[in-house]
């Protein structure tokens, strides 16, 4: 899947336009190859951080997945007749914080719109104080996860006055970040 994703941006012209991130993108490719017993792509791994090598920094996924292509390559040319074992990784952090980088006011009317911004690692539904907001689906599913990710939902009509807490929430809870306090008002009465 990777790979067809990868060979689509290419057809897209992503490759041209912002090419560090795709060279490291294919050198992580060839190592799953090599991890499959094909070894003839340690030179597609090499040469995919030799196109990289001076430039280590980027978003927090692009440093890293650049991280991991340069302690294979530079194994690789250090160790040319040396084997590697890929094994399970432990459980470690995240290559990108989880946060909420940007929200909408926090003044809110009932009925009114409000999103979020941010980086988190599973798709999210936005809680104030208890009560689910139905996420809206504007920007597709990969819009609602991961990094540079936005939720926007309607303010609750059954949301109480006064203040909510926002928060998000993985599938069954599974994960939670806690957002800004907000001000509920009731909405502006039509004449």
């Known amino acids: 899947m990777a790979e067809s994703r990868f060979n689509e941006a290419g057809r897209q012209g992503k490759w041209v336009s912002d090419p560090m991130p795709w060279s490291v993108i294919k050198g992580l490719i060839a190592a799953c190859y090599v991890a499959n017993g094909r070894g003839s792509e340690w030179q ?7 196109d990289v090598k ?11 997945a650049f991280k991991v292509l340069k302690r294979l390559a530079t194994f690789r040319m250090e160790h040319p007749d ?7 990784a432990p459980a470690g952090s ?5 946060e909420i980088t940007e929200h909408g006011s926090l003044t809110v009317r009932q009925g009114d719109n409000f999103y ?10 936005l809680y104030f104080n208890e009560i689910n907001a139905p996420v809206k689906k504007d920007g597709g599913t990969d819009s ?12 609750p009509d059954n ?4 203040e909510a807490k926002v928060s998000l929430r993985g599938e069954g809870n599974s994960f939670f970040l806690a957002g800004p306090t907000v001000e509920v008002l009731p909405p502006i009465s039509q004449p």
Do not use: E, I, Q
């Open 159 to 162: 949301l109480p006055l006064g």
């Open 82 to 88: 040396g084997k590697v074992v890929f094994r399970d």
């Open 44 to 50: 597609t791994v090499t040469a995919a951080y030799s």
């Open 116 to 125: 979020v911004r941010g980086t988190w690692p599973v798709p999210v539904s």
């Open 94 to 98: 995240p290559a990108c914080k989880n």
């Open 54 to 64: 001076g430039h280590p920094s980027g978003s927090c996924k692009y440093t890293a």
């Open 144 to 155: 609602l996860c991961c990094h540079k990710a936005t939720v926007s939902v309607d303010v």
